[in-house]
T-cell receptor, first 118, second 113 residues
Framework: AQTVTQSQPEMSVQEAETVTLSCTYD???????LFWYKQPPSRQMILVIR????KQQNATENRFSVNFQKAAKSFSLKISDSQLGDTAMYFC???????????????WGLGTSLAVNP | GAGVSQTPSNKVTEKGKYVELRCDPI?????LYWYRQSLGQGPEFLIY????????DSGLPNDRFFAVRPEGSVSTLKIQRTERGDSAVYLC???????????FGPGTRLLVL
């Protein structure tokens, strides 16, 4: 069974600085999808970034980028130029590929609570 | 366009009562998912619909939980004989066909007294 581990329950960063959130996962699949979602106090789960395992290039979305290390099964999120609005819970999630049949659920880590301090 | 909507936003009920939670997916999204998130935890998968049929209901904790999606759009999660342990945020998400990205609603916070 697939598992997702986020080893940092809480982190903090000063505004405008850079922070990296860790995520590791376990799977026997060769192709799969990885996601980072952000959940602010409003509890709306917001997609931050997505990575397909077959793509070697790391995904980027503005200030957000990932370091995807497939062999190490590591998928860390880097937030550059942190802003107060980045304060939220961040969840790493795994999904099996489309050819895995009906198994389309997301498997989640426990989350990392990030506080951006002024 | 409009995102995923969920109603009610908050629901307080008494132990033993029946509740219904509603999810309205993004227009055109054929896949719909329900997750449950307990305090301090990541979401936990409950059930997934492709069209009108439940493609995977392996996450439903017991037979008190049931979900329907009769017309392939709006879905209702139904919980019978609620227990205090059912208290959680219930999240709904939708995706385009078998697309990989799931878009979430704001959730329904259920509190069972």
């Amino acid at each position: 069974a697939q598992t997702v581990t986020q080893s940092q329950p809480e982190m903090s960063v000063q505004e405008a600085e850079t922070v990296t959130l860790s995520c590791t996962y376990d799977t026997s699949e060769n192709n799969y999808y990885l996601f980072w979602y952000k959940q602010p106090p409003s509890r709306q789960m917001i997609l931050v970034i997505r990575q397909e395992a077959y793509k070697q290039q790391n995904a980027t979305e503005n200030r957000f980028s990932v370091n995807f290390q497939k062999a190490a099964k590591s998928f860390s999120l880097k937030i550059s130029d942190s802003q107060l609005g980045d304060t939220a819970m961040y969840f790493c999630a795994f999904m099996r590929p489309p050819n895995a049949g009906n198994n389309r659920k997301l498997i989640w880590g426990l989350g990392t609570s990030l506080a951006v301090n002024p | 366009g409009a995102g995923v909507s969920q109603t009610p936003s908050n629901k307080v009920t008494e132990k033993g009562k029946y509740v219904e939670l509603r999810c309205d997916p993004i227009s055109g999204h054929t896949a719909l998912y329900w997750y449950r998130q307990s305090l301090g935890q990541g979401p936990e998968f409950l059930i997934y619909f492709q069209g009108t049929g439940a493609a995977d209901d392996s996450g439903l904790p017991n037979d008190r939980f049931f979900a329907v999606r009769p017309e392939g759009s709006v879905s209702t999660l139904k919980i019978q004989r609620t227990e205090r342990g059912d208290s959680a945020v219930y999240l709904c998400a939708s995706s385009l066909n078998l697309g990989t990205t799931q878009y979430f609603g704001p959730g329904t916070r259920l509190l069972v007294l």
